[in-house]
T-cell receptor, first 117, second 117 residues
Framework: AQKVTQTQTSISVMEKTTVTMDCVYE???????LFWYKQTASGEIVFLIR??????ENATEGHYSLNFQKPKSSIGLIITATQIEDSAVYFC??????????????FGHGTILRVHP | DPKIIQKPKYLVAVTGSEKILICEQY?????MYWYRQSAKKPLEFMFS???????DNQTASSRFQPQSSKKNHLDLQITALKPDDSATYFC????????????????FGHGTKLSVL
């Protein structure tokens, strides 16, 4: 069965530093998609970045990038030059063939990021 | 302006009652979803619809019934409410490409926070 695990419950960093959030996943499928979302204090859930399993190069989007290690079933999120407004809960999610024709995403529990001035 | 509108934002109900959670999306998407976020649990997939047809149902209880009167509407009716149903319910949408699985991101509404007393 598909599973997404985020072991870090919370992380605190100083503003303008780089932070990495871990995520490991389980799937039997050779083709799958990995996503990171952010949930702000207001509860809004926003898409950040995506990695397609068949792509070797790590995805980047603004000050977000991914560290995709397929042999380890790992997809870390890297945020560079963190800002106060990056404080939020970050969710890793996966879509594989279990969600075929349904669009289903399986989410991790989330990592709370606190950015301090 | 929000592109996915959920009503109401907050909802308090008594045990045993019935409530309907409203969702409308104005993104032109043909796939819509319901997810539930409970305390200490990850975002859980509940239902997916594509072109107003049910694609997947991962809820164990028939007390949860989605209703799609229009392509851009997906309401959620919950009957015989229980305190365990207390959660924030998120509606989401995406563009269904017709592929078995796709890398399309989900767009989320702001959620309806349901409290069952």
């Amino acid at each position: 069965a598909q599973k997404v695990t985020q072991t870090q419950t919370s992380i605190s960093v100083m503003e303008k530093t780089t932070v990495t959030m871990d995520c490991v996943y389980e799937t039997r499928d050779s083709s799958y998609f990995l996503f990171w979302y952010k949930q702000t204090a207001s509860g809004e859930i926003v898409f950040l970045i995506r990695q397609d399993s068949y792509k070797k190069e790590n995805a980047t989007e603004g000050h977000y990038s991914l560290n995709f290690q397929k042999p380890k079933s790992s997809i870390g999120l890297i945020i560079t030059a963190t800002q106060i407004e990056d404080s939020a809960v970050y969710f890793c999610a996966m879509r594989d063939l279990t969600g075929a024709n349904t669009g289903k995403l399986t989410f991790g529990h989330g990592t709370i990021l606190r950015v301090h001035p | 302006d929000p592109k996915i509108i959920q009503k109401p934002k907050y909802l308090v109900a008594v045990t045993g009652s019935e409530k309907i959670l409203i969702c409308e999306q104005y993104l032109g998407h043909n796939a819509m979803y319901w997810y539930r976020q409970s305390a200490k649990k990850p975002l859980e997939f509940m239902f997916s619809y594509s072109y107003q047809k049910l694609m997947d149902n991962q809820t164990a209880s028939s007390r949860f019934q989605p209703q799609s009167s229009k392509k851009n509407h997906l309401d959620l009716q919950i009957t015989a409410l229980k305190p365990d149903d207390s959660a924030t319910y998120f509606c989401a949408s995406s563009q269904d490409t017709g592929a078995p699985i796709s890398n399309e991101r989900l767009f989320f509404g702001h959620g309806t926070k349901l409290s069952v007393l």
